[in-house]
């Protein structure tokens, strides 16, 4: 895509559910190759208000307007915190994408079951995705190695958090952009697609796990990249 205005250099990436900000290493080596200042949320996942208020702080530091990218949850999260000033567009990984007053839980009415995507809730209400389902249902395309780091080093998620609804609805003032998983198991692919053109992203498809963030490092890279020479137009 032919760059239409000022190239954004900062780049804040924010993991999803069940994971930390490590995931991410492929894309940060990408982007700071090509000269991109890099920066990674690390999401309490505790709350709605905890991982805006952890992602804002990192917009903050940021010298200049920034690329805000999502994994998942982290869809959630930029969705209400792309409304800080400096964000001058967004990028969804495979993720959600609610409109002011929703859920994240809503997002998924009518739309199929992930029978692969299995979670675990302890009696506090934290949930991890399941030890024998985890392979299938975040990481197929993974090395049984890597998907065994990934499913050992969860990070539980307070499942009340799915039900807090957004304030703000960043995607309606700021360009957006959504790179999709075809053989996502943890969302619905009708899912995916209605809440990426629900909000007006230029969509790119890649046949990758819910995991892309990592396996597909690349592909997502490009997209960010393409969203930083496009976003200030």
């Known amino acids: ?11 804040v990436l924010v993991h999803g559910a069940f994971a930390d900000g490590s995931g991410w290493r492929g894309v940060y080596d990408k982007l700071t190759a090509q000269g991109f200042r890099v920066s990674i949320v690390q999401n309490p996942l505790t709350s709605l208000e905890d991982d805006v208020a952890a992602t804002m702080r990192v917009l903050e530091l940021q010298d200049g307007p920034a690329i805000l ?114 053989e996502d198991k943890a969302f619905d692919q009708a899912m995916l697609q209605h809440m990426a053109k629900r909000i007006g992203a230029e969509i790119t498809e890649v046949p990758a796990s819910h995991a892309l963030y990592a396996t597909q490092a690349g592909t997502v890279a490009d997209v960010i990249v393409t969203a930083a020479r496009n976003a200030i137009g």
């Open 1 to 11: 895509m032919t760059s239409t205005g000022q190239e954004v250099k900062n780049v």
């Open 69 to 182: 990218v999502g994994h998942s949850w982290g869809g959630t999260v930029i969705t209400e915190a792309g409304v800080h000033p400096k964000v001058a567009g967004l990028v969804y990984v495979s993720a959600l994408a609610p409109d002011a007053g929703e859920t994240t839980a809503q997002q998924y009415d009518g739309f199929a079951a992930t029978p692969d995507f299995v979670i675990d809730v302890g009696d506090d209400g934290y949930g991890f995705i399941n030890r024998d389902k985890f392979k299938a249902g975040f990481a197929a395309d993974t090395s049984d190695e890597d998907a065994a780091f990934l499913r050992d080093s969860q990070v539980p998620i307070n499942m009340s958090v799915f039900a807090e609804p957004v304030k703000n609805a960043a995607w309606r003032d700021k360009p957006s952009w959504a790179v999709i998983a075809t």
